[in-house]
């Protein structure tokens, strides 16, 4: 059915972001890249492509993730790093990941976001990248156990991580904002005290 990729309404590669520029996908300037717009979408953007039984946003997966890295003593840019774990998505959306798996292309993508953020915001995603996994897999694990509870089927290597006791919120896209970027300027002032 198909006849090609049809452009209507694009302008080059870009999108309009909330602040009310635009960033460039294919090319992403650092900055472009800033907090208050991946703070408003991440904070729409609702988690497993929306099938949650309430809605449960990408910014309260990520705040939740942070607090959680914090309680178990994790400190410095590794808290801002898992804060901004997501944040490509306020940019290119959320893709479930057993789609995600199957379409090399959305990895591309995401990672030239990914390096745009890195930049603009002085982190190392790579660098921090196993206690990125280790937060992110233990919200995973929480989110299912909590949202589904009656779901008895085991994903993919829930047996090998951490159980974590979280409470989900369900906040509201207003509230979501608010709280990531309350998150966000209090783990800035952690970063910048640790890592001077």
């Known amino acids: 059915m198909s006849q090609g990729i049809d452009t209507f309404g694009c302008l080059n590669n870009t999108i309009k972001v909330h602040a009310g520029h635009?960033?460039?996908?294919?090319?992403?300037?650092?900055?472009?890249?800033?907090i208050q717009s991946i703070a408003a979408a991440l904070s729409k953007i609702c988690r497993f492509g929306g099938h949650c039984p309430r809605f449960y946003s990408v910014a309260e997966h990520c705040v939740l993730a942070t607090e959680l890295a914090f309680k178990e003593g994790i400190r410095g840019s590794g808290l801002l790093a898992i804060l901004l774990h997501d944040a490509a998505e306020a940019y290119i959306g959320d893709m479930v990941k057993p789609l995600k798996v199957t379409i090399p292309q959305y990895t591309e993508a995401e990672n030239r976001i990914e390096l745009a953020i890195e930049q603009a915001f002085g982190i190392d995603f790579q660098w921090h990248q196993d206690v990125i996994k280790k937060?992110?897999?233990?919200?995973?694990?929480?989110?299912?156990?909590?949202?589904?509870?009656?779901?008895?089927?085991?994903?993919?290597?829930?047996?090998?991580?951490?159980?974590?006791?979280?409470?989900?919120?369900?906040?509201?896209?207003?509230?979501?904002?608010?709280?990531?970027?309350?998150?966000?300027?209090?783990?800035r002032m952690i970063k910048s005290r640790i890592d001077g």
């Open 22 to 34: 635009y960033v460039d996908l294919a090319n992403p300037d650092p900055n472009t890249i800033e």
């Open 135 to 187: 937060f992110d897999r233990a919200m995973l694990k929480a989110e299912k156990t909590s949202m589904w509870p009656e779901d008895k089927e085991e994903w993919a290597g829930f047996s090998q991580i951490m159980t974590a006791n979280v409470e989900l919120h369900h906040w509201s896209p207003s509230i979501a904002q608010r709280m990531f970027l309350y998150t966000y300027e209090e783990m």
